[in-house]
């Protein structure tokens, strides 16, 4: 994507950020001056004194004097030193520059002199600084009260690779990266069709990130579409540094712990999302794109789950499912029944998980509180350590303190199965956020199911469903297709049914095309009835 034409908001900037020249005017008024030496001191007020801004002076044609302005370190100097100095100094050859007249010299050095594509001139001493800020360059002339812009800006960035957290076995292995301009070439290499559309605008009074809403032309309802330009819009804040700060400040709700914002790395995943009719918000620097409306039921859904068949996918999804409901309320449960209903499980088992708490000195919710607590402090370490260390303190963590401290009495082996079985099944959803939101919710279940028992857990459970009810995301409600009900839908809720039998888009997104695909494709692919194999004479009649 150019930077050179990019269709910034230009918000405001705050009152300090504004430098002031001795006239009295501020940046975003002052035109540049025919008087070279005023231009280069307007330019140098505004960015300040820094080692890496240069300027580099010269004479195009061999006659005019003019200053390349540039960040060292942010721009490719083969580009300057090859289609910008260099055309500049000699002049182009079909063209006397001896003699040409001065007012002719922008349109000659705009049209018939340089050798790069993206540069246009400018006015605004504001305009020029900016792109200055972003990488580009800028040549002034004495004479002209206008400045070229060229697209110079050289940002080194990692290679495009598969994505470590929504790792698959069967689909595409790449994933986003930090400079805004791949990640769009990569939906749009995905999306060949006019209908893909990108508007961009900037956020951030000191950053200027650069931000990208994608959505499909003809497919998302514009009311969504013009809620999310909305909220972007609104936006004052001095720094984005992550599609993450653009998230708290666009969601619904922000004191509930579900996220109502589903981010991805997967292209191939936003590309899906787009042609249901959500929106993309993409933004410069951050790897991550900000998928809306989102659904709950979005965030125990993977790839994977189009890419095999439907029958064994169905399968793998509802025992991810049951990881998930593990990962709330086993330890709850286990305590409810240990500490007021042992009845509830047979007597044997009973008896040996009293035989294995005898020498436990705690009631069984400190012990839960206690592992679960440790668990929660372990995995936290071993993600902020580095890869080699944080595997071996793992190991380490899980093995040998876990059973040191049931040999030490501290906690009862059956707590650790408990405790270790709903951690493996908060492991199994592939939502980080969603699944961290399901961790901190178990707490409060434990302290419920500890105090009132089996009672506890379920109206802790009554309270998750009905703050689950109450959520929407731009307007859809969070817990769609299921409530409101929705039979199409359904039949990529629990489970994901054959794809040529979910027809229709989501109903609850409101997509202005409502099918994806023919009207006869259930027909189209079923092939049992062929014997393609037998052999055919002419006239089509089969034969023996």
């Known amino acids: 994507?150019?930077?050179?034409?990019?269709?910034?908001?230009?918000?405001?900037?705050?009152?300090?950020?504004?430098?002031?020249?001795?006239?009295?005017?501020?940046?975003?008024?002052?035109?540049?001056?025919?008087?070279?030496?005023?231009?280069?001191?307007?330019?140098?007020?505004?960015?300040?004194?820094?080692?890496?801004?240069?300027?580099?002076?010269?004479?195009?044609?061999?006659?005019?004097?003019?200053?390349?302005?540039?960040?060292?370190d942010m721009t490719d100097h083969a580009v300057i030193n090859n289609t910008i100095?260099?055309?500049?100094?000699?002049?182009?050859?079909?063209?006397?520059?001896?003699?040409?007249?001065?007012?002719?010299?922008?349109?000659?050095?705009?049209?018939?002199?340089?050798?790069?594509?993206?540069?246009?001139?400018?006015r605004k001493i504001s305009v020029l600084t900016d792109n200055l800020l972003r990488g580009q360059s800028v040549v002034a002339i004495e004479g002209l009260d206008e400045a070229i812009i060229i697209d110079t800006r050289q940002i080194t960035q990692r290679a495009i690779e598969q994505p470590a957290t929504e790792q698959v076995i069967r689909g595409a292995r790449e994933g986003f990266i930090e400079s805004l301009g791949t990640n769009i070439s990569l939906l749009r290499y995905r999306l060949q069709t006019p209908d893909f559309r990108v508007k961009s605008m900037e956020i951030g009074t000191k950053t200027k990130s650069k931000v990208a809403m994608c959505y499909m032309d003809g497919i998302t309802n514009p009311g969504i579409i013009k809620e999310v330009q909305k909220r972007l819009?609104?936006?004052?804040?001095?720094?984005?540094?992550?599609?993450?700060?653009?998230?708290?400040?666009?969601?619904?709700?922000?004191?509930?712990?579900?996220?109502?914002?589903?981010?991805?790395?997967?292209?191939?995943?936003?590309?899906?999302?787009?042609?249901?009719?959500?929106?993309?918000?993409?933004?410069?620097?951050?790897?991550?794109?900000?998928?809306?409306?989102?659904?709950?039921?979005?965030?125990?859904?993977?790839?994977?789950?189009?890419?095999?068949?439907?029958?064994?996918?169905?399968?793998?999804?509802?025992s991810r499912l049951v990881a998930l409901v593990f990962s709330l309320v086993f330890p709850s449960l286990y305590v409810?029944?240990?500490?007021?209903?042992?009845?509830?499980i047979p007597t044997e088992f009973a008896v040996a998980v009293a035989g294995g708490r005898a020498g436990v000195p705690f009631p069984a919710m400190i012990e839960v509180l206690v592992i679960e607590i440790s668990m929660e402090v372990l995995r936290e370490a071993t993600i902020r350590l580095p890869q080699q260390v944080g595997g071996a303190l793992s190991i380490v963590g899980v093995l040998v303190i876990g059973q040191a401290a049931v040999a030490a009495g501290f906690a009862s082996p059956i707590t650790v199965v408990i405790i270790a079985l709903t951690t493996i099944g908060s492991f199994a959803t592939p939502a980080y956020n969603a699944a961290l939101a399901l961790r901190l919710l178990r707490f409060p279940l434990i302290i419920l199911a500890g105090i009132f028992g089996l009672y506890g857990v379920m109206v802790g459970i009554i309270l998750i469903t009905n703050h689950l009810l109450s959520l929407k995301s731009f307007g859809v409600p969070y817990i769609s297709p299921f409530v409101p009900g929705n039979f199409q839908g359904m039949r990529d809720l629990l489970t994901r049914g054959p794809l040529w039998k979910m027809k229709n888009r989501p109903s609850f997104l409101h997509p202005i095309s409502k099918t994806r695909m023919g009207d006869h494709m259930k027909e189209q692919v079923d092939h049992s009835s062929s014997h393609i194999m037998d052999p055919v004479h002419p006239n089509d009649e089969k034969g023996r």
């Open 233 to 318: 819009d609104a936006i004052e804040i001095d720094a984005v540094l992550d599609s993450g700060y653009l998230e708290q400040f666009i969601e619904d709700n922000h004191w509930s712990p579900f996220p109502q914002i589903q981010y991805t790395e997967r292209p191939d995943k936003v590309v899906a999302n787009l042609l249901e009719g959500r929106v993309a918000i993409l933004v410069d620097g951050s790897p991550l794109a900000l998928i809306a409306p989102t659904v709950f039921s979005q965030f125990y859904q993977t790839v994977e789950d189009y890419t095999e068949r439907f029958v064994l996918m169905s399968a793998i999804r509802l």
């Open 85 to 122: 100095l260099k055309p500049l100094k000699y002049g182009p050859r079909h063209i006397d520059v001896n003699n040409l007249p001065h007012d002719a010299l922008m349109q000659t050095i705009m049209k018939d002199t340089l050798y790069h594509s993206e540069g246009y001139s400018e």
């Open 1 to 72: 994507m150019s930077f050179s034409t990019w269709a910034g908001s230009n918000q405001p900037n705050d009152s300090d950020n504004l430098s002031a020249n001795p006239n009295g005017k501020n940046s975003e008024d002052m035109d540049i001056s025919v008087n070279l030496e005023e231009t280069i001191s307007e330019i140098k007020q505004v960015l300040g004194d820094s080692d890496d801004f240069i300027v580099f002076g010269f004479h195009v044609f061999g006659q005019h004097p003019a200053v390349l302005l540039y960040f060292s």
């Open 336 to 344: 409810a029944i240990i500490s007021f209903n042992p009845e509830l």
